[in-house]
């Protein structure tokens, strides 16, 4: 078996051996980008395996693995040997975290190979369209204010988006560490449509603010239409209570979305979230969750 590098050249060459393996889930557009993947050939010259490892800015530390192997050379440790010229090719530095895999929850054999390499499920990423007919609405007699008319008082911008932010990162910095630097960390913020962004208030505090992304089918594989996706974090000493601050915030945002006849809502979530067992609970969710797996540098 032979290694080669992967180069700009080879993208066409990449992107066939991705179709022909039907392998949906190679991040393509990653390997074109930062370009740090490997080949590995037969003594043939016909391609077996492609593998790359790719980080985003936001969570530096983590490499993400990935690894396609044609499907009749599976299980033959072509795999395990890719993995290990990936990590000679392109070193780890000496302040990364961990290595990171993901694969469907119904990929058997992904979930397998993963174990076999030393990597250990950490998350499961919960995250379905369903009908805005089907959310359980949850009423409220708190303060909920729009964004629109939040950001009337332009200081406030800046405090809606410390406290999502704080939020995302106490969940995560345990297992995904984030970026120090505060404009990386907010070139990923977003805080999407205004008019059905909301905040709760308690003696003018925030304590609970969802943002609402309209057109989100843009962003996702399935085939449906007029999707807005919710995104919201609350903060209570009491988990319970966290949990109900979120879920008011989202019942709202439906009813405003209900009024103006939209049809759909995606909302994702992570198993590492403190209050994910509680909205997974309240949450319609039928779909299977993608799992994360990894390994400790």
Known sequence: MKFRKYSSEDFDLAKSFIDRCNSNDFSINQLKKQAT??????????????????RNELHNKTIVIEICVLPDKRREGIGTKVFK???EEFPVRDNDFAFD????????????FA???GFEKYLNCYNNVFSIDEVT???????????????KEEQNKERVKV???????????????????KEVRYDY??????????????????IG???????????????????????GYANNEDKTEEALLVQELYSYQTKLLKEQGRQNIYIEFDSIERTSDLMLDWLPYTKKPLLRFQKRI
Not at 37 to 54: H, K, R
Not at 101 to 112: G, H, M, T
């Open 101 to 112: 895999i993901k694969c469907e929850s119904k990929n058997i054999e992904a979930r397998a």
């Open 137 to 151: 609405i949850v009423n409220n007699n708190r303060e909920i204010v729009r964004l629109s008319d939040f950001y």
């Open 189 to 206: 913020y977003s805080d999407g449509n205004l008019d059905y962004g909301v905040v709760i208030l308690k003696d003018r505090e925030i």
């Open 37 to 54: 993947g490997i080949f590995a050939f037969s003594d043939q010259n016909e391609v077996m395996a492609l593998a790359m490892q790719w």
């Open 209 to 231: 603010c969802s943002f609402a992304y309209l057109n989100f089918e843009d962003e996702l594989e399935e085939e449906v239409s007029d999707v807005t996706c919710l995104h």
């Open 115 to 117: 174990e076999s390499l």
């Open 85 to 87: 010229k990936l990590n």
């Open 163 to 181: 406290f999502h932010c704080s939020m995302y990162d106490r969940d995560h910095e345990p297992y995904l560490p984030l970026n120090k630097d």
